[in-house]
């Protein structure tokens, strides 16, 4: 079942997530399927489960069509369950980032090379592991949406100013795209 991708401005994609237990979702393996079924149809490498309305610390990502260009993501499909960020380390470098929650808009943002994850996968075993470049890139990305941020709030004053408007028009549906969303209401006029 794929869900709707909820858009720039839903409240959902700005509160931090809760960790998940066990006993809580006995069905988590169904849960993480749609997920990979909703950004497959999406044609994304990474969806947080907040992009689907649930607020919670759950993330997919299959960043295998990108193997060719990066070694650490050969087969690099992956479910991350109540992750942890325990370090971020090296010198910042930008990749020209988009985001399924918010359509037709890429920027490049600066992180960290390498990071260090503890997390759960889909069968409730524990990892904690080092992720280096595209991995450690897509992971990031993902992270911040289970930690209530976007990719454009690491933009610099004037990038924020410049892509404003397409951000509201985001908000209010007015772009075009070919999966489903769900767009924040639009606000009646006084
Ligand atoms: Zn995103």
């Not at 237990?21 to 149809?41: G, Q, R």
């Not at 890429?106 to 997390?119: F, G, N, T």
């Not at 409730?124 to 949406?145: C, L, N, P, S």
Request: hydrophobic residues 35%; glycine residues 6%.
């Amino acid at each position: 079942m794929k869900y709707p991708i909820v858009a720039y401005g839903d409240p959902v994609l700005r509160k931090k997530a809760t960790a998940i237990e066990p006993d809580e979702y006995p069905h988590i393996k169904e849960l993480v399927d749609n997920m990979f079924e909703t950004m497959y149809a999406a044609h994304g490498v990474g969806l947080a489960a907040p992009q689907v309305g649930m607020s919670m610390r759950l993330f997919v990502i299959d960043a295998t069509p990108f193997e060719d260009d990066d070694e650490g993501l050969k087969g690099f499909k992956k479910t991350f369950i109540n992750a942890t960020m325990l370090d971020e380390t090296g010198e910042e470098w930008a990749f020209n980032e988009g985001c399924l929650s918010i359509p037709d808009i890429r920027e490049d943002v600066y992180r960290c090379p390498v990071i260090r994850l503890s997390y759960y996968d889909e069968n409730w075993k524990h990892h904690e592991e080092t992720f280096k470049g595209m991995a450690a890139r897509v992971i990031q990305h993902e992270y911040d949406h289970i930690e209530g941020k976007l990719f454009t709030d690491k933009l610099s004053p004037l990038r924020k100013r410049l892509i404003e408007k397409k951000l509201n028009d985001i908000s209010k549906g007015i772009v075009d795209v070919d999966y489903k969303m769900k767009f924040p209401a639009v606000k009646k006029g006084r």
